[in-house]
């Protein structure tokens, strides 16, 4: 009869000696709680402002890429399309977005921020890199720009992943 080993028996850990010795958390998991924090605290600053944080994430994505399908936004923000479908009506119905019909498909609206969406993110602004300097408040210019390299190719290799998978 074959026998399938525990992971602590895999690792080595089969007689208890290593079993005393905690292991550091995965990568994955610290960065899950950095999001979950950040996600906490920026929902914090931006109800004043009547926004959430998945809202200003899309008002910035527009800001950075300009005009955008729903489909697109809800890629580059990290939603389901129908969870920005919905966003797109409330983010138009405020007047921070307007959406207008592609010039290559007259059959996709693309989003665009308004005057107001640009004055209400630059509101936001002081709040966020507040936020953003408390976050790296403790680390040298080296170890931040080390930190944002880090997440960059972290992003890169697994949506290299991603894209593998999808194919």
Not at 57 to 86: D, I, K, W, Y
Request: hydrophobic share 45%; with cysteine; proline share 5%.
């Amino acid at each position: 009869m074959t026998r399938v080993s525990s992971r602590a028996e895999r690792s080595g850990a089969a007689d208890g000696a290593d079993a005393a010795i905690p292991r550091p958390p995965l990568t994955l998991y610290l960065v899950k709680r950095l999001e979950l924090v950040i996600r906490a605290l920026l929902d914090d600053v931006l109800r004043p402002l009547g926004l959430t944080t998945l809202q200003y994430t899309a008002l910035t994505v527009l800001q950075n890429r300009g005009a955008l399908s729903s489909a697109q936004l809800a890629r580059r923000s990290f939603l389901r399309p129908q969870t920005m479908h919905e966003m797109v009506l409330t983010l138009e119905k405020r007047g921070l977005i307007t959406r207008g019909p592609d010039v290559h498909n007259k059959r996709v609206l693309l989003a665009s921020l308004t005057e107001a969406g640009s004055e209400l993110l630059a509101e936001c602004a002081p709040a966020v890199l507040k936020l953003e300097d408390e976050l790296l408040a403790d680390l040298s210019p080296g170890q931040r720009e080390t930190f944002r390299e880090g997440l960059e190719h972290g992003i890169t290799a697994l949506a290299a992943v991603s894209e593998v998978r999808r194919a």
